[in-house]
């Protein structure tokens, strides 16, 4: 079955974090706090998958403040911190959403993520990933984590989908009516 065949079915899609939404670096300031850095284009994917009909979920094995936040901003209700077995939170997620494991989608970089990837009716791997979870993905982004992988998957889908045309034509159709206003 091709990747379109698989991405037309999705639901939910699941992210790591560090390493997917993030381009992996974990940069520990003089008084102890994280700093991670986000992609804007990564966030209005997931915007755009979210007001498309595919619920985004985050599971991650470490505990951040500032994931929380950025999961806030862009109105993820499912986060999983401090998962050290992932398959606990994908059965929980599955079970709250009554989702066929066909219907979920995960993104993942690290070996800690294929017992999840394994299970999903699609496994992403970025770019950036650790070559076994790349050889067990049914696609490898172009784009590395943190650096516009989340975007080509969240355009992937939504356009398996058939919904990305109509994403683009309400922003053309946006700037039309502004651009009418202006005159």
């Known amino acids: ?58 599971i991650t094995g470490r505990t951040s403040a500032i994931v929380a936040q950025r999961a806030g901003e862009l109105k993820i209700e499912n986060i999983y911190q401090g998962a050290k077995d992932k398959t606990l939170a994908l059965k929980e997620l599955q079970q709250k959403h009554q989702l066929d494991l066909s219907e979920i989608a995960y993104v993942g970089d690290d070996l800690i993520d ?15 990933a650790v070559l076994e979870v790349k050889d067990h993905a049914n696609y490898v ?23 990305w045309g109509n994403i683009i034509d309400s922003y053309l159709l946006q700037g039309k009516k502004q651009l009418e206003l202006e005159q």
């Open 1 to 58: 079955m091709g990747i379109g065949n698989l991405a037309g079915k999705i639901k939910m899609i699941i992210f790591d974090v560090d390493g997917v939404l993030t381009d992996g670096k974990i940069v520990i300031g003089n008084g102890g706090e994280v700093l991670k850095e986000f992609n804007a284009q990564d966030g209005l994917g997931i915007s755009l998958l979210r007001q498309n009909g595919v619920i985004p979920a985050i």
């Open 114 to 128: 294929l017992p999840v990837m394994m299970q999903v009716g699609l496994g992403f791997a970025v770019a950036n």
């Open 141 to 163: 982004t172009k784009n590395y984590g943190g650096n516009g992988a989340v975007r080509e998957i969240a355009e992937i889908l939504l356009k398996a989908q058939g919904k």
